[in-house]
């Protein structure tokens, strides 16, 4: 794809009179805090894209090796880093705040409008182009929070759209619709009320209710059964972008089988016997550097399709890592293209390995070329 040119051109203006010259002379004051090089790119992005891959990141400076030739918006989860924005803006792309707000307050519709205010204010403060908003508690469904979320997603876009030119408003739903973690959301209602929504396909063993074992992130059959049913509810799966993991999890097994069977503690989950609370989160970058050196190697689950392997700790208790490469999110990633989804992104993009040596270098690649679209 190619890269895309930034938006450096100046509007056209007509010659001015004195008093208008002096009152154009207000706004641009305003601008002369821009942190970047060009005061242009302090600009909203206003262009919208075809395809999006819509990245999180979650600070530092690992957002300099990412490949600019695909992001379409950056969601800063980190500090906010005016750095970050110009470079982003240069490149064409958009970067969107975090919003975040206690359901239970949201119900109250002057909390709402002073929230979105706040959100508003900091995101023009900031130069930024939109918000994602990602809330992610528990909400009964005859509640008065499942009507407020809705309103509040409404509410966030038009003011976005209205005080921001050309400005994004995202919201991230879990993997299925299906109450996952007793969110009862108003899914189509949401989806409807902004521009896109992002599907977390991750953490889909947040509530195990078969057998407690160490299973897959992000199983292939599970994965895609969430989008057949956020498409089936009647989203527009323009509307949808697809969600992959770029971490793991490593689940202390109590017992390992001879057919690889982790068998894990019981750590309840919002209702739901056992979960992958029990295990620890690792970047891929991690697993990377220890999958070779497990006791099993890396091996492939034609079930879940997707890799792991095991490994004996020091104190020597067997653990399984579970994650997803460039084999196992190709695979996920042909659904966008089979059902026209908008794009894809991942949590999340700090998760490799930016160093220079060349066999990172080369897993890195591999997993940022997956993201491209195929033709
Ligand atoms: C949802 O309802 C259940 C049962 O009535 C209650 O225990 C729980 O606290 C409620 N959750 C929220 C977030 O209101
Ligand atoms: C979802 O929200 C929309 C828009 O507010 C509303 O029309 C619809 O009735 C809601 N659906 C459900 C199932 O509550
Ligand atoms: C691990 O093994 C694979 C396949 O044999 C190889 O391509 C890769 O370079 C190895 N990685 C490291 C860090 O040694
Ligand atoms: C996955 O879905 C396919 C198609 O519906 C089915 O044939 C297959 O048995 C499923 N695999 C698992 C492990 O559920």
Known sequence: MARRAPRLAAPA?????????????????????????????????????????????VGQKTW???????????????????????????????????????????????????????QLDLAKKQYMDGINIDIEQEVNCSSPEYDALTAL?????????????????????????KHIDRRCYNYSGIADACDFVFVMSYDEQSQVW????????????????????????????KKIVMGVPWYGYDYPCLKLSEDDKCSIAKVPFRG?????????????????KQVNSSVSGNQWNEDQQAPYYNYKDS????????????????????????????????????CLDYSGDAAAKQQTKEMWEVLKRKR
């Open 13 to 57: 203006r007509r010659p001015l009179p004195g008093l208008a010259l002096l009152l154009l002379a207000l706004p641009l004051a305003a601008r002369a805090d821009c942190p970047c090089e060009h005061p242009a790119l302090c600009q909203p992005v206003r262009h919208h894209a075809d395809y999006e891959v819509f990245v999180f990141d």
């Open 64 to 118: 300099k090796s990412y490949d600019w030739s695909q992001i379409t918006t950056v969601a800063t989860f980190g500090k906010y880093d005016s750095e970050l924005m110009c470079y982003a803006h240069s490149n064409g792309a958009r970067v969107v705040l975090k919003g975040d707000v206690s359901v239970k307050d949201i119900t109250d519709p002057t909390f709402r409008a002073s929230w979105i205010a706040q």
């Open 153 to 177: 997603v409404k509410e966030t876009t038009d003011a976005f759209h209205r005080e921001i030119e050309g400005s994004q408003v995202t919201f991230d739903v879990a993997w299925s619709p």
């Open 210 to 237: 078969s057998e407690c074992i160490a299973a897959a992130n992000a199983p292939y059959n599970q994965t895609l059964s969430g989008y057949d049913d956020y498409i089936k509810m009647g989203i527009d799966p």
């Open 272 to 288: 739901a016997p056992c979960s992958d609370a029990v295990g620890r989160q690792v970047p891929y970058k991690v697993i990377m």
């Open 315 to 350: 104190s020597g208790r067997f653990h399984q890592v579970w994650y997803d490469d460039p084999r196992s999110i190709s695979l996920k990633a042909a659904y966008v293209q089979s059902h026209g989804l908008l794009g894809i992104g991942m949590w999340n993009a700090n």
